[in-house]
């Protein structure tokens, strides 16, 4: 059987497609790129821009689409919408270069088209997100201690990015409006919540050891 994907499935649910995912991508990846140079004042520094660049695509772009790709793979209809004024909150926090408020959009999750809801199907949507920003600080911490400078210090970039997302998105908050990847994998599976929480703390003793 042929499946509509956005469409009926096996299901006949109605939802309508988000047609501009490939432009909130875009724009998206350009606006934090630009949010995260100024916040690490690499904006006119070719290899720093370069690392930014790499940073932002790995450690947000990378944690939205790793939950849309396995969402797909569930079933689910997702996709990635772009907040404009998350977006615009990032640019301008950015320029403090001491914080940045970064909420550049989400990955939205519609309706399961196709097979059949699964209990652990949140724990593995919830997870990958996370997931793939611990796998990306392991890869770059390395590269952050072992390269001479300047390499050293892009890769610090990538590497602290990542390691900070991994953290953040392991906290179990859910607040109004706004529930964390911990939160879901903590309600899910404590066991698995409690492992990956560890993962995260020990990868951001490194940068704590350097800042101190």
């Not at 689409?65 to 689910?76: I, N, Q, T």
């Amino acid at each position: 059987m042929r499946r509509n994907y956005w469409g009926g499935g096996y299901y006949g649910v109605s939802f309508r497609p988000y047609r501009h995912e490939l432009r909130d991508i875009v724009i998206a990846l350009v606006a934090m790129t630009i949010a995260f140079a100024l916040l690490f004042n690499t904006l006119f520094n070719i290899g720093g821009l370069v690392a930014t660049f790499i940073a932002v695509l790995t450690g947000f772009l990378g944690h939205e689409l790793m939950h849309r790709e396995v969402a797909r793979r569930l079933g689910y209809i997702a996709y990635f919408r772009a907040w404009f004024v998350g977006l615009l909150l990032a640019l301008v926090t950015a320029l403090t270069r001491f914080f940045i408020i970064a909420t550049p959009g989400a990955t939205v999750i519609g309706p399961k088209v196709w097979g059949y809801p699964m209990r652990d199907d949140e724990l593995k949507i919830a997870l990958a997100g996370p997931a793939t920003n611990i796998a990306f600080a392991v890869i770059f911490l390395p590269f952050w201690l072992l390269l001479p400078t300047p390499f050293s210090s892009y890769a610090s970039i990538i590497y602290a990015t990542n390691a900070w997302l991994g953290f953040f998105n392991m906290l179990p908050l859910a607040l109004p409006g706004i529930v964390v990847d911990g939160f879901r994998i903590f309600r899910n599976n404590i066991k698995v919540w409690i492992a990956v929480f560890i993962v995260s703390v020990l990868l951001m003793i490194p940068m704590f050891i350097v800042m101190l």
